[in-house]
């Protein structure tokens, strides 16, 4: 065989993003492999609107991606099409008709990853998924391949590059949570419905993803803790700092001796960590092992190049297995075979906490609520108030030293019938240890 034929379904921002280096990085790419890369067939729902990059050959063009999935010629279907309905019908048609798959899609992959995997295994083919976490991070390669020789016990991300694009500007420019999110629908950092990416959901999904990769276990996105930054203000982040810390929306995976404790919330991380000098749309990763201790992984999360070298990147993996007549294929996650999984309960973890209040201000507030967390054991680290005017609307905050986080739920169902609080109180984890 002198070249491997790859087939592109889905010319949205990745597809696209894909394509160009495919067709512009051709003669490099070949240089790489010791041969050529071609692509020979793309497909999406509105092909004929598309505008394809000039040298790419003689590419077969169709809006029916079942064409492609069973094209004689291509050996790699790519599907760049996103969500969990057609693109899993895609995959799956693909790998019966033992076409290798590389895939973008973080969503299906969280899902259903592995069950996917042990079919492409039986049908001797391969599924490669760089892109659907991080982008522009080569995180899978180096969970499953750079550090595979390391025992994980420790995982931290800022995963969702719109979430931190929202927090780092509420943070530099103390503006208000719904003004920064408008401004980020405008520049198209965020979708209209915003949902996936403040509520966490979508860094959820990239989570379940990297955890089976470090830990080894099948995870369900909706068994993975998580907490969106809707409430944050630029009055947490003036508490935060105080405090010598900031907030983004952390994404944790740690092993304890009873299992894996996962969560995806906004949590206060020391300033001084470098995970605090991720600002705007990046991502990153830190990786703590038991051998090699800490390492730590920077870039674009998103964006039609960053991640189309990512699918470019998979698919020379792919094409060199191919060509080379591997006869195993290499599994996408660092451990041959995923285990069953229920992660832990947060509420077993021991954190220290901030509390942020909004109270109507009046005597004897403080009392109180130091009386309600001595009762569940809970001992007070530091009370902050910053000058404030409105005193019918008065924010502080209580920090508490480490506890069992069931006995800080506790603590605040006790306080919901307090009537000088305006709002449920903030809690967020201090993430000291970072
Ligand atoms: N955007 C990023 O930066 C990024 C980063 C990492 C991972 N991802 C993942 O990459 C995947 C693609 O994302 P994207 O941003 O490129 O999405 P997108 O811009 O919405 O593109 C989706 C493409 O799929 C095509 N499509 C939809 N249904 C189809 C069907 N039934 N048959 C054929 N084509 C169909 C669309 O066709 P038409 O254009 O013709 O309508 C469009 O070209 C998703 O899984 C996403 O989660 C994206």
């Known amino acids: 065989m002198s070249h491997v034929n790859v087939g592109i379904i889905g010319l949205g921002n990745v597809g696209m993003g894909a394509l160009t280096i495919l067709a512009e990085n051709a003669d490099q790419i070949e240089l790489k492999l010791g041969f050529r890369l071609n692509v020979r067939a793309v497909c ?16 077969y063009i169709t809006s029916n991606w079942r064409e492609v ?25 693909a790998i019966e008709n033992k076409k290798s798959v590389v895939t973008a899609n973080k969503e299906l992959m969280a899902i259903c990853g592995a069950s996917l995997w042990d ?51 509420i943070e530099k420019r103390g503006a208000a949570f719904d003004e920064v999110l408008a401004e980020a629908q405008r520049l198209g950092y965020a979708e209209a419905d915003p949902s996936a990416d ?39 982040f003036q508490y935060a700092h105080r405090l010598g810390h900031t907030i983004r929306l952390v994404c944790a995976a740690r092993q304890t001796s009873q299992g894996v404790i996962l969560s995806v919330r906004p949590s206060l991380i020391p ?53 080379n007549g591997s006869p195993e294929r290499v599994s996408p996650f660092a451990h041959e075979r995923l285990g069953e999984y229920k992660p832990i309960p947060v509420t077993q973890q021991t954190r220290a906490f901030y509390i942020r209040f909004r109270v109507q201000d009046r005597p004897g507030i403080i009392a109180a609520l ?6 569940k054991n809970i001992s007070l680290d530091a009370v902050l108030q910053l000058p404030c005017d409105t005193k019918h609307n008065l924010p502080f905050v209580i920090t508490v030293e480490p506890t069992s986080e069931q006995s800080l739920r506790e603590a605040l169902e006790s306080m919901s019938n307090l009537d000088f609080l305006l709002e449920e109180p903030l809690a967020l984890p201090m993430e000291t240890a970072l």
């Open 69 to 93: 999935v069973t094209h004689p010629e291509v050996d790699i279907v790519t599907e760049l099409v996103g969500g969990t309905g057609v693109a899993r019908e895609m995959i799956e048609t």
């Open 271 to 323: 300033l001084s960590t470098i995970l605090a000098s991720v600002q705007g749309a990046y991502n990153a990763v830190w990786v703590r092992g038991q051998y090699g201790a800490d390492t730590f992984y920077y870039g674009r999360g998103a964006g039609s190049l960053p991640t189309g070298v990512a699918v470019v990147s998979d698919l020379m993996r792919v094409a060199r297995e191919i060509r």
């Open 370 to 375: 130091a009386g309600i967390l001595a009762a």
């Open 198 to 236: 403040v509520d966490g959901y979508d860094a959820r999904s990239k989570l379940a993803i990297l955890a089976a990769l470090a830990f080894g276990e099948k995870i369900t996105p909706s068994d993975i803790y998580t907490e969106g930054i809707r409430r944050l203000s630029p009055t947490d």
């Open 119 to 169: 079919r492409a295994i039986a049908a001797g083919i391969n599924l490669a998924m760089e892109a659907s976490v991080c982008g522009g991070i080569p995180i899978h390669a180096v969970l499953r391949e750079g550090i595979s020789g390391d025992r994980i016990t420790e995982l931290y991300g800022i995963l969702n590059g719109t979430s931190n694009f929202i927090l780092t500007e």
């Open 44 to 59: 999406s729902r509105n092909v004929q609107t598309k505008r394809l990059p000039e040298g790419l050959g003689d590419v």
